[in-house]
T-cell receptor
Framework: DAKTTQPPSMDCAEGRAANLPCNHSTISGNEYVYWYRQIHSQGPQYIIHGLKNNETNEMASLIITEDRKSSTLILPHATLRDTAVYYC????????????FGGGTRVLVKP | NAGVMQNPRHLVRRRGQEARLRCSPMKGHSHVYWYRQLPEEGLKFMVYLQKENIIDESGMPKERFSAEFPKEGPSILRIQQVVRGDSAAYFCASQTPETYEQYFGPGTRLTVT
């Protein structure tokens, strides 16, 4: 699986959009970009994933650049409960493909 | 629709005892992964199982650790003769059969005294 690079931490104001960048310059054509988050030692929570098109669900939006070398997770209106470590992971979408967690981005949402 | 269930949530064992961690996947999921998170570290893959089969155990320590996922019942991660270094949070995840997302349980926090 390709490696990813994320900033170690970032702050965000409550109610504002949080934009979390991720670089994955060695991503392969069949690898998807997945985002998970872990809120204070809870089990990681699946957020969203995409291949090349932008994706949106009830939690977040995922913007993938045209060359697929980077992506941005957008939390449109951050709340205090969004404080967590966010992980960007690239992997082939197939049975048996484990998730490889890097350091992630520690996001602190401030009032 | 119940999520992934793990029990116990907290487990305290003395050095040398055995620890058994259980994971019940989401309904309809037959693939289970186990991950370990040491204090202040990221999650690390341990083992991937399907019903009655271990598919990938490349992340399992060579000794004292074993896993199973029987035809009936939960997946079990077993740690024999626990040592203090086994103290960690152990998470299991089950995988959707069509889209391959993994959904995690709340974890079992093992403390070895």
């Amino acid at each position: 699986d390709a490696k990813t690079t994320q900033p170690p931490s970032m702050d965000c104001a409550e109610g504002r959009a949080a934009n979390l960048p991720c670089n994955h310059s060695t991503i392969s054509g069949n690898e998807y970009v997945y985002w998970y988050r872990q809120i204070h030692s809870q089990g990681p929570q699946y957020i969203i994933h995409g291949l090349k098109n932008n994706e949106t669900n009830e939690m977040a939006s995922l913007i993938i650049t045209e060359d697929r070398k980077s992506s941005t997770l957008i939390l449109p209106h951050a709340t205090l409960r969004d404080t967590a470590v966010y992980y960007c992971i690239v992997r082939v979408k197939a049975a048996g493909n484990k998730l490889t967690f890097g350091g992630g981005t520690r996001v602190l949402v401030k009032p | 629709n119940a999520g992934v269930m793990q029990n116990p949530r907290h487990l305290v064992r003395r050095r040398g005892q055995e620890a058994r961690l259980r994971c019940s996947p989401m309904k309809g999921h037959s693939h289970v992964y186990w991950y370990r998170q040491l204090p202040e570290e990221g999650l690390k893959f341990m083992v991937y199982l399907q019903k009655e089969n271990i598919i990938d155990e490349s992340g399992m320590p060579k000794e004292r650790f074993s896993a199973e996922f029987p035809k009936e019942g939960p997946s079990i991660l077993r740690i024999q003769q626990v040592v203090r270094g086994d103290s960690a949070a152990y998470f299991c995840a089950s995988q959707t059969p069509e889209t391959y997302e993994q959904y995690f349980g709340p974890g079992t926090r093992l403390t070895v005294t």
